[in-house]
């Protein structure tokens, strides 16, 4: 399928979107506008995405840490069981640091359909830092289950670097965690030092990081991280990091902010990325409360060195 094929907007008022590929089709889950609910879709083909029907499976509470600003979920299949991450905060208020206040947390479902299985909650992800975390995804490489997210450590400047570690089970880390990226080139301190959104795609001899970086209005853009496929991803000095970014605002065609990735493939093979961009500048007061960025698909090339090619987002067709 060319990508010309898919509407764009794929699904409109769906940031952070993710997409996995399953045995039985597609799955679809992202930040709904309210922040109050997960809700999954699913469809034979990716194509389907769009029309199929979206099934709440989990709803915030009234109280607690997990009752306010549900951000960025992700779903993931482990070891015959599923599981979501999101992050979740008990307050909208801002901390001494001018931050939210959000962790991460996890969600299990034994059953074999995750739309209407019983979803049960694991808890908080505990990690280094008692602090703002979010955007974690996890991977399975060099036989190890991985878990990758975005986190505020308070001894350096900025919101949030990215960290990896191995996972002990799905809902806790095992080790101490690396970090991969801070943020501190011009592009990934646009209004704010952020490096978030973490996303992995393996490609021939090398695993890549595609990750987020500056303030969530047309500054927001994607940065890339690689490694050899045999090297040891606990040791920083091995991780190479692009010196600009890979994907960002088009002003010729009218996408703005694009980011929050992820990755999927079409059924025969093709390389997908999964990603939110708004069609316009003039957002009124904070743009994290401005429903419109809309989810948006295109295809990755690969270039002689087997690195990806992201290109230019392309302009909306509806």
Not at 27 to 43: G, K, M, N, Q, T
Not at 250 to 256: D, G, I, L, T, V
């Amino acid at each position: 399928m060319n990508q010309e094929q898919w509407p764009n907007p794929f699904i409109e008022q769906r940031a952070d979107p993710f997409i996995l590929q399953h045995d039985d089709g597609y799955y679809f889950i992202a930040s709904v506008p309210e922040y109050d609910r997960l809700e999954i879709r699913r469809a034979a083909k990716l194509n389907e995405l769009p029309n199929a029907e979206p099934v709440v499976v989990w709803r915030k509470p009234a109280h607690g840490p997990m009752s306010e600003l549900i951000w960025a979920p992700e779903l993931h299949h482990i070891d015959g069981k599923w599981y979501i991450y999101f992050a979740a905060t008990h307050t909208q208020e801002l901390d001494q640091l001018n931050m939210f206040q959000h962790r991460m947390f996890a969600l299990e479902c034994a059953d074999a359909d995750p739309l209407s299985g019983k979803w049960v909650e694991k808890g908080q992800v505990k990690t280094q830092f008692d602090s703002f975390c979010l955007d974690a995804t996890t991977f399975k490489h060099q036989g190890k289950q991985w878990y990758l997210w975005a986190q505020k450590d308070p001894n350096i400047a900025g919101n949030s670097n990215i960290y990896l570690t191995e996972l002990e089970t799905p809902w806790a880390i095992k080790g101490n965690p690396v970090m991969l990226s801070k943020p501190e080139l011009d592009w990934e301190c646009r209004g704010f030092l952020v490096n978030e959104g973490p996303a992995v795609i393996m490609h021939g001899d090398k695993l890549f990081i595609s990750y987020s970086a500056s303030a969530t209005d047309e500054n927001y853009c994607i940065g890339l991280l690689w490694i050899d496929v045999n090297a040891d991803p606990t040791k920083a000095e091995n991780w190479h990091k692009s010196p600009r970014p890979i994907f960002t605002t088009s002003y010729e065609n009218k996408q703005f902010g694009p980011g929050h990735n992820s990755f999927t493939k079409t059924q025969d093979g093709q390389d997908i990325l999964v990603y939110h961009a708004r069609n316009y500048t003039e957002i009124e007061g904070d743009p994290l409360y401005d429903p419109n960025r809309h989810t948006r698909l295109k295809t990755i090339e690969w270039d002689v060195n087997g690195m990806p090619v992201f290109g230019v987002p392309a302009k909306d067709t509806i």
